[in-house]
């Protein structure tokens, strides 16, 4: 059994009741770390020590800028002796970005953890560092290019996959990897009208959820209040909120529990 908690379901403006998106696998795989970590993990009673693995699909402030506060909390308050060992994953390039953010928030005070207690891995697939029961494929998809925007594909040794599709909107690798997966997690950011093609939209999405009617999408970084759901959505797509849990095995959900 897989656990697949949401400790944010929100996009960049943070829209009533919802914190930026953050999903965290298993109880100890992270997928980015958005400016309202800290908070968003003690709410489900979890401190920055619990986590072992950090997997980063791009590199816009949304996805990243609660970086520094995550080392800064682990170095002085829930690692202080330095026993945990933080391992990241991400595209080739990344760590220099982190170490700069780092930097220019807390001067001087990040580089020994950074150095000596997070390791950094921009390898594109291979074992989840930290999480043995896991595998992992990183992929391209279609989002600001700038950002250098990607997506995972997870495998659980079970044969249950995951998909975290990253913040992007309709592309040929998501539309290819999707029928092959349990669980979608898919990044809504805009309504439909929004003049972007780096977003999916309720159309884009209701899309390729009826091209993939055996999959289940779990749709995230959504744009709407936590009351007004998008209406007219298939019946594979689920829209979440802060604080859902589902457990889910080869073929979907199990349970959900809030
Ligand atoms: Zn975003
Ligand atoms: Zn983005």
């Not at 997690?185 to 439909?192: A, F, L, M, R, Y």
């Not at 802060?242 to 073929?251: H, K, L, M, P, S």
């Amino acid at each position: 059994m897989v656990e697949v908690k949401f400790l944010g379901s929100g996009n960049a403006f943070c829209p009533d009741g919802r914190m930026h998106s953050l999903v965290l696998l298993d109880e100890k795989i992270l997928i980015d770390t958005p400016p309202t970590i800290l908070p968003q993990l003690s709410q489900a009673g979890l401190s920055p020590c619990d986590i072992n693995t950090i997997l980063f699909t791009h590199w816009h402030g949304d996805h990243i800028f609660g970086f520094p506060f995550f080392i800064l909390e682990r170095k002085y308050i829930s690692d202080r002796a330095g026993n945990n060992t933080l391992n990241i994953h991400l595209h080739e390039g990344g760590e220099r970005k982190l170490k700069e953010l780092s930097e220019i928030a807390f001067p001087g005070s990040l580089n020994d953890v950074l150095e000596n207690r997070v390791r950094f891995y921009d390898s594109k697939k291979g074992q989840v560092t930290g999480a043995p029961d896991w595998v992992f494929e990183r992929f391209p998809v279609n989002h600001e290019p700038a950002t250098e925007p990607h997506g995972y594909e997870l495998q659980h040794t079970s044969g249950f996959t995951i998909i975290h599709c990253g913040d992007s909107g309709p592309c040929e690798e998501i539309a290819k990897r999707t029928g092959d997966a349990d669980i979608v997690i898919i990044e809504v950011g805009v309504p439909d009208g929004v003049p972007t093609d780096f977003h999916f939209k309720p159309s884009s999405l209701s899309e390729l959820a009826h091209n993939n009617p055996s999959t289940i999408f779990l749709a995230t970084h959504l744009y709407t209040t936590k009351d007004e759901p998008i209406s007219g959505l298939p019946e594979n797509v689920i829209q979440v909120h802060d604080g859902d849990v589902f457990n889910c095995e080869i073929g979907g959900i199990i349970t959900k529990s809030n």
